[in-house]
DNA sequence: TGACGCTGAGTTTTT
DNA sequence: CTCAGCGTCA
């Protein structure tokens, strides 16, 4: 059960006597630990594996947890409670829904939806300017995840924008409740304020939770810490595995000071350091930690390793940006065929996503398959979107968010005018859209015909409503689809046919997987009903998947924050230069020590290269400007350090590599 | 309803 | 420069 582990490894897996924090160093197998602590936690100490509970971040890290420590127990295991925050949120307000005042069936809001919200609030109540709109609504979400209600940020509110934000955020909150609604934020948030109002259900949680691993601990924000020291309670069951130097998420409510607070919180904390690091050479570890030590630290963290000291950190001074792109595109055509490795191997970091246009267009060039992650989420597509806001609908029927949505999609010939009567008239009647459209009453402020359609519309969803009920789920939602013409509309909304095939491809994957979620049986036997089906659903980003069984190989394209977590042989980080890494808006308010981590993420993601590029000027947007080398350059230990390309003339050295390299992607365009 | 042109912003983003 | 979002016009 513990073999394989280092020392520090085993004593953090078999630790129990009080609450432990694992500073977990890039690179040093806290996954392992976690995994294993699980599996000894069970297998050893005899814990019922129900309850205990697991926390990550993303569906990723807990999809990977679980797996792996499904492995080591046996997949025997029934209810292994290893979820992210949010899925363990959902499942409180799940079972305490009545408690909180919402009905079943509500509907998860996601930011796309809670941005549309906040927009209309705006135009209608404070006439405005929709760019503004996204902006209150990360204050909003900024407020949410430090727990100031609405009342307090009005009664806070210091300045005409502070107020804005108040008075938005309390028409937000109220739109939520009479749509039966919760945000991201919610999910978190709610159960926290229902744990501190109600002592006997977070009695009742805390018996759930013999046991709690937190993961990533250093990018939880205010409620999330709550929530983790409400269940925690006085046992003090509790693992955190986190790492400060890594915290690169401060910008948005992340409390890295988390970490140092656990110390306050249990006097009895005790602290295990993992240092050692199987995954990048010396050079590499003696650059992350002279970086990072320009940071002050509460815990002092020295990463090492057995896997000597390997080649030098290469800084290779370009041009211009256009040089720099060519030069990283060449540099990876020829270190491939020189090395025989696979493109998968080679990561380009850069520091925002615009900055992936221009190495795209070189390797594009040079036919290198490459590969850019972020984009657009699965369900932020517009034919997901649709299908999502009809089976939401379909759910809960005071979703108001929803109706609107697709009320008129396909297009059923029901106008903004009809839509803002019926609104009125819902208003005046405090039911939601979807009830007022089938009331008779309705008659009294809009004409026959549009009362019709509207009707016909709700008794449709209704329709629709019960055959979910009766029939497989698949059978169900290709009735309504049918129903609805959708794919017809697709082709009508979409440019080329392909590109209609292909979205409502999207759709029938998201019917393959609500049937197979609708299938599956819990624990007690129970199948799922829609609600619940599309509750999770919202939460579990389809996309991660595909990219996960997606093993193409393919050069990684990425930005320092989404490197995080993931591994290389061979590095290049663009753009080493002021304003950039550090970025401009960075120095102006004075985060630098934040940038900084983000360069130690970036600097640990190599395995055996590492390479930084910087340009002497840079076209931006349609000025030439001069660049300054990052001022981070000067922390990177001189001795572990190249640099090429300095000045005009190239070094000897330089030159035999480009010539290799030339030559080695001639000798692979043969091959090809 | 859809095409066109104006305006403004331009770091990172999971759930 | 380039893209998104909005308003205007046919």
Redo the contacts with the bound molecule.
Sequence with gaps: MTNNLNPRQREAVQYIDTPLLVLAGAGSGKTSVITRKIAWLIGTAGYDPAKIVAV???????REMRERASKLVGSNVKGLGIS????LG?NIIRSEHKALGLRSGFTIF??EDARALV?ELM?RDAGG???L?D?VQ?AI?TLKNDMVGAEDALALAKSPREMLIAQVYEGYERSLRAYNAVD??D?ILKPVQLFNAHGDVLARWQDRTRYLLVDEYQ?TNLSQYRLVKQLVGVRGALTVVGDDDQS??A???ARPENLVQLKEDFPNLKVIALEQNYRSTGRILRAANAVIANNPHVFEKKLWSELGPGDPIRIVACKDEQHEAEKIATEILGHRARSNGKWKDYAVL??????S?LIEEKLREKQVPYKV??GQ?F?ARAEIKDLMAYLRLIANPDDDSAFLRVV?VP?R?I??TTLEKLAQYAGKRHVSLSTAAGEMGLGEVLGGQYREKLARFVHWLDDVRQRLHRLPAKQALNEMLEELGYEAWLR??TATPQGAMKRYENVTSLVESIHTMSEKVDDHGKRPDIGEVIARL????M??QQEEQDDSDRVQL?????SKGLEFPNVWVLAFEENVLP????I??N?IE??RR?LYVGITRARRQLTFTHAQKR?Q??EMLRCEPSRFMAELPKDDVRFEGEGTQASSEEKARSRDNALAALDALFKR
């Design positions: 990550t971040f993303t569906n990723k890290a807990a992210t925050f949010h899925t959902l996601d930011a927009r135009q300017d929709a760019s709109a902006t990360q979400s991201f934020d999910l990018d690169i998420y910008w948005r409510g850069y520091r925002g996503n615009f900055q246009r992650s972020g989420s369900f008129n297009r010939e106008g903004p009508s909304q919202v939460l579990l980003d996309l991660d990425m930005t320092l924050h989404a970025h401009r808006s960075s102006e308010a985060t934040e940038e983000l076209k947007y349609n």
